[in-house]
T-cell receptor, first 112, second 116 residues
């Protein structure tokens, strides 16, 4: 069975500061991992994904994430937060493309 | 590319009526479509998976007679909430999978359903 946990339901950072959103997964098979962003009353937009190969993946809007198998983690980072980054972020796991499982989400606030 | 639309974006209906939500993949053929439900300030919960031309597979605890899913073509899936009640009020999001493994899912903008 798969599961995804996100440490911190709410993270606040100052504009220009480092963004770090944590995601840990549990999977009996090598997972595919995703980060999505959701703005209020909108659907989900894919930020980046890891399937195989390079463990450091770069996504849109300056975000990147690193797959660390030993730590079963896939944390999302951005060097410098922007006001427009304020949103809800979801980490998700998929085993062989099946059974998509979402984490509980982390709400990111960016303070001026 | 890979755009998914949903219609309507929001709907208000009276208790006891039925509501149909459409999910369309606009520029690709979706081998699989997924329906999710999202309560306020919560994550997405998968309701069902549908493949074109076959019956949907519902997640445990989801009433298949209440949430009717039809995947009539490779670009259209519909979710009908039958005999809606206020507890069915929620944000419903569909996604479409492209590719043989469907691990790439593209999400629609969601439909806000309010049952009065």
């Amino acid at each position: 069975a798969q599961s995804v946990t996100q440490l911190g339901s709410h993270v606040s950072v100052s504009e220009g500061a480092l963004v770090l959103l944590r995601c840990n997964y549990s999977s009996s098979v090598p997972p595919y991992l995703f980060w999505y962003v959701q703005y209020p009353n909108q659907g989900l937009q894919l930020l980046l994904k890891y399937t195989t190969g390079a463990t450091l993946v770069k996504g849109i809007n300056g975000f990147e994430a690193e797959f660390k198998k030993s730590e079963t983690s896939f944390h999302l980072t951005k060097p410098s937060a922007h006001m427009s980054d304020a949103a809800e972020y979801f980490c998700a796991s998929s085993a062989y493309g099946q059974n998509f499982v979402f984490g509980p989400g982390t709400r990111l606030s960016v303070l001026p | 590319g890979a755009v998914v639309s949903q219609h309507p974006s929001w709907v208000i209906c009276k208790s006891g009526t039925s509501v149909k939500i459409e999910c369309r993949s606009l520029d690709f053929q979706a081998t699989t479509m997924f329906w999710y439900r999202q309560f306020p300030k919560q994550s997405l919960m998968l309701m069902a998976t549908s493949n074109e031309g076959s019956k949907a597979t519902y997640e445990q605890g989801v009433e298949k007679d209440k949430f009717l899913i039809n995947h009539a073509s490779l670009t259209l899936s519909t979710l009908t909430v039958t005999s809606a009640h206020p507890e069915d009020s929620s944000f419903y999001i569909c996604s479409a999978g492209r590719g043989p493994n469907s691990y790439e899912q593209y999400f629609g903008p969601g439909t806000r359903l309010t049952v009065t």
